[in-house]
């Protein structure tokens, strides 16, 4: 089998920018994915008692669904807001995009801690929750694919999968500051003090975290890649015209590929504790207990798959990834079911195992898979169609799955057959695609690729024919 794996380069020491860089997309994905996993876990615990009462008072299990609709209503705007982010990503840099992202995303999340329950202003109160709800998906559609750029696009080349990791690890540290948040409140407070109003808490915190977060990504500086382009090609076409003339199957395979794992995700970031909460009859602090062991299982794995995306290439990392994850989708749920916390906990640590090899390289993956000048457009259009595709509605599919046929393994064969579609996906990508330079070269045969015959401007220092090679030595 030929190798995957990038060119040996000389040993490279991780500079202060870089430390930066790494810094700022870690904490911005880290505040997107706490947004949403407080949301996530309000919609397993709380939302369907305060939001949709009348369903529930009719019929809990289908205000249940309803309430994990909500969860997933957000995702179908997340296109519209990676469409609009890549545009802006694209044409004017990836870092005022991800600091507008950042604002977007927290005042939603910190509006909804204030907002009224349907008992006080009757269905505007839903209508409200939705609306914020949209907000956050339209933000979120962008926050991604600009933090993974920024961090693949300032790697060595041989460390692309481990510094494109970064990002990724937010997804875990985002779910663990959630659940330690639900879980202190839970403890700390009577289950009515909690449904009464300790649950609008870590809503209102989000707005800490936006202040940190903005703090340091104003001292990021903007990505080489797009300084580069900058100066190469100013061109008067869209961006995102360009994307799906030319790159429109990068963008299919860029959304199958992150389904399976997206879908899987929502089972640990909310399902799972539902699950044990309100049909094994475990208490809410056991539940949280085992999301967080996943959450640290998730965070390891994650890391483990960015380094070794970099050393045995990222779509055998990928495959190995999925392959446990169809292995284990039927038999975990024999030990969910004995709500044995243990085993319980044991059973999504596991399962994160393949999580973690199958987003790990995701940005080092989608940023080699796009060109420069459509590469912000393409990975968040990918991103976000995956995360419709995958974990919008999962936790609604799985609960539709549960009622229908009242054997929870129903579930486990939903998450198989979407994992394979997405392990085959990864099949179609291609090899070539690892190590390749993401800087000056990629820009200059892309330029003259549309503009046959035409002058390109030299970059100062480098030669005006032929392709230009980066003279930063770590690519």
Known sequence: MASTTAPATPAHTMTREERKVLAGTLVGTTI???DFFIYAQAAAFILAAHFFNPLGAENAQLAQVVSWASLGISFLFRPLGAIVAGHIGDRFGRKVTLVLTLFGMGAATTLIGVLPTYEQIGITAPILLVLLRILQGFSAGGEWGGAALMSVEHAPV????????????GVPIGMLMATLFMFGLSTALTPQQFESWGWRIPF???????????????????????LAMQQRA?????????????????VVLAALIFAGNNAAGYLVIAFFASYGTKVLHMSRPETLVASLVGGVGWLI??????????????????QIGYAIII???????WLLNTASLPLFALAIFVLTIGLGPSYGPQSAMYAEMFPARVRYSGVSIGYALGSIIGGAFAPMIAELLLARTGHAWSIGVYIALISLVSFIAVCFVRKSDQGKDLHVAEVHEEYLRTHPGEHVPAVAGEPEEGPAVASDPRH
């Open 32 to 34: 997107e994915w706490y």
């Open 158 to 169: 041989n460390k692309r999968g481990l510094y494109g990791a970064y990002p990724q690890i």
């Open 204 to 226: 209102l915190f989000s707005i800490v975290l936006i202040f940190v977060g903005w703090l340091i990504r104003r001292s990021v500086d903007e990505s080489p890649v797009f």
């Open 234 to 250: 100013k061109e008067s076409s869209a961006p995102l015209g360009q994307l799906f003339r030319s790159n429109w199957r990068e």
């Open 301 to 318: 794995f994650t890391m483990l798959g960015g380094w070794m995306s970099d050393k045995i290439g990222r779509r055998l990392t990928f």
């Open 327 to 333: 292995l284990w989708a039927v038999p975990m749920w």
